[in-house]
């Protein structure tokens, strides 16, 4: 007789209030929020405001959080710090509170309910000799492992100072979390929430493609990464980035291999916010690394992750896969 895996959410988030207290004032901190401000525009933190306050209970109170996901059909959650909580502004000493108390926040909310909450924690990419102190006291809390964003101030991902930080997550099982927070390609993108909508799909892309081109996921073949946002247009568009592989010379110095192989060793949640290009994410990468997630519970992530799987029309086993049995496997695994 054969168990029906539960469904795993691996994209929520939790807001932690300590760690806003711990910044405000500092040196640096302005300066980072009027960049923000700057990169999203006037109107798009006008209704950012109102909507993080109408979900505050959600991403804070665990009991609110639990009612939500019994009516979502979403038996776990893997919770992640707000990205606003990043910080790479920071100075070294600072960064070093922000991640410790970040890491123990997250893993006291998810004690509240252990059985269906597990945690993922912060590495302060602005300064990567911290990076792996960081991973490992995110692990010593009981914690599956960390999220990161695309990039960090004048350092990209396949920056070798990175290299410590992915040889352990390899060799710890540590899952990482690939999410966005913030485009270079700045003001830009100010209007209509452009910085979202094009910023975060195109942060996805730019950061997948330096750990595949740079030659990170053939030096460290055990690692675990999840991308969020489906891996934003890089699985639509891998064909382009084969096709330079296969021309351009220049394209062929870091990885051993056509980029598509890669997303076979990449994770990906199913957020696509379309059924189609669900079901070419499956296609291109594989149903055994698609995870179900829903951005829990801000306005651009889906207050239906199952239905959204559901509107794919996946084969069964492979929906089942998608929906819970991926993610158990790698929840057992940390």
């Not at 539960?6 to 929520?12: G, I, K, L, M």
């Not at 296969?246 to 980029?259: E, Y």
């Not at 994410?281 to 997630?293: C, S």
Request: hydrophobic share 40%; net charge negative.
């Amino acid at each position: 007789m054969t168990t029906s895996p539960p469904t795993v959410d691996v994209h929520a988030h939790v807001l932690l209030p300590e760690v806003d207290a711990l910044v405000e004032g500092l040196p640096g901190h302005a300066e980072a929020r009027a960049l923000d401000t700057r990169r999203n525009g006037p109107a798009a933190l006008q209704v950012n405001g109102p909507m993080i306050g109408e979900r505050i209970g959600l991403l804070t109170d665990v009991r609110a959080r639990l009612a939500a996901m019994d009516a979502q059909g979403v038996d776990v959650q893997l919770v992640s710090p707000s990205p606003s909580h990043y910080h790479y502004w920071a100075d070294g000493a600072t960064a070093e509170k922000v991640y410790r108390l970040a890491n123990e926040a997250t893993a006291a909310h998810c004690s509240a309910a252990p059985d269906r909450l597990r945690g993922l924690g912060l590495v302060p990419l602005q300064h990567p000799g911290q990076a792996v102190r960081a991973l490992d006291h995110a692990l010593e809390q009981g914690l599956a492992g960390v999220e990161i964003s695309s990039h960090a101030p004048g350092r990209d991902l396949s920056d070798p100072a990175y290299e410590p930080f992915w040889c352990r997550a390899a060799s710890s099982g540590a899952i990482v979390f690939l999410h966005p927070f913030g485009c270079t390609l700045d003001e830009r993108l100010d209007r209509w929430y452009l910085s979202n909508t094009v910023g975060q799909p195109a942060e996805n892309a730019v950061a997948l493609s330096h750990l595949i081109f740079s030659g990170v996921l053939d030096r460290h073949p055990a690692l675990t990464l999840i991308a969020a946002h489906g891996g934003g247009y890089l699985p639509t568009h891998i064909g382009r980035s084969d096709h330079a592989w296969a021309v351009r010379p220049d394209a062929r110095t870091g990885c051993a291999a056509p980029p598509s192989s890669y997303l076979r060793r990449i994770h990906f949640d199913s957020l696509v916010h379309d059924p189609y290009v669900l079901r070419e994410l499956v296609r291109v990468a594989g149903a055994d690394r698609v995870l179900l997630g829903s951005d829990f519970p801000f306005d651009m992530g889906t207050e239906d992750p199952v239905g959204a799987l559901r509107a794919a029309r996946l084969p069964d086993a492979d929906f089942h896969a998608v929906r819970g049995g991926n993610a158990a496997a790698l929840l057992r695994k940390d």
